[in-house]
């Protein structure tokens, strides 16, 4: 069956550090990827997202990367802040359902003032 | 806009009672997702609607668990009777259209379910 894991299941850093968070996929023919972000106590939030047909997509101060050769999809947060502190989840899109994330089981990022 | 609403934020209640979650989505949208978060599991999808339509709850654990939503701006998801496996963070979730147009999904804050 499909599966969305993550390598981390924790992940400390020093403030003003990159962040790499690693996600494993197992779906050849998922499409659509995403990364969420959990603060406790709230909801999962949008961070990024990625279409299969590319390789790279930047934001402000994280970047996903995605190998299909591989089924491996990462997170880089540039210069961490205390406040990137959460449950990072990446999530897969399978075709035809086209309706439903399935999601990983998350790393937790801990920032280090 | 203010975004999902979900309440109550907390529920603690006895094994075999009746519970009752309930969800506001973003104006407009027209999917409402029911998820269920535990460590073991991470995020499950229970059932997801579109305009109003259950279109897939295969991932409802149990006929114990029901899910309506009666109108655009209103969806619930009952438990009865409750039992203590039931504990676990219930998010609702929408988005504007399908997923494969890049539409992205919106999360409320979650109910703490606690069974005792």
């Known amino acids: 069956g499909e599966s969305v894991g993550l390598h981390l299941p924790t992940l400390s850093v020093q403030e003003g550090d990159n962040s790499i968070i690693n996600c494993a996929y197992s779906n050849s023919a998922s499409d659509y990827f995403i990364w969420y972000k959990q603060e406790s106590g709230k909801g999962p939030q949008f961070i990024i997202d990625i279409r299969s047909n590319m390789d790279k997509r930047q934001g402000q101060r994280v970047t996903v990367l995605l190998n299909k050769t591989v089924k491996h999809l990462s997170l880089q947060i540039a210069a961490t802040q205390p406040g990137d502190s959460a449950v990072y989840f990446c999530a897969e899109i399978i075709p035809p359902t086209g309706n439903q994330f399935y999601f990983g089981t998350g790393t937790s990022l801990t920032v280090i003032p | 806009d203010a975004g999902v609403i979900q309440s109550p934020r907390h529920e603690v209640t006895e094994m075999g009672q009746e519970v009752t979650l309930r969800c506001k989505p973003i104006?407009?949208?027209?999917?409402l997702f029911w998820y269920r978060q535990t460590m073991m599991r991470g995020l499950e999808l229970l059932i997801y609607f579109n305009n109003n339509v259950p279109i897939d709850d295969s991932g409802m654990p149990e006929d114990r668990f029901s899910a309506k939503m009666p109108n655009a701006s209103f969806s619930t998801l009952k438990i009865q009777p409750s039992e203590p496996r039931d504990s676990a963070v219930y998010f609702c979730?929408?988005?504007?259209?399908?997923?494969?147009?890049?539409?992205?999904?919106?999360f409320g804050s979650g109910t703490q379910l606690s069974v005792l």
């Open positions: 104006s407009g949208h027209d999917y």
């Open positions: 979730a929408s988005s504007l259209r399908r997923f494969s147009t890049n539409e992205k999904l919106f």
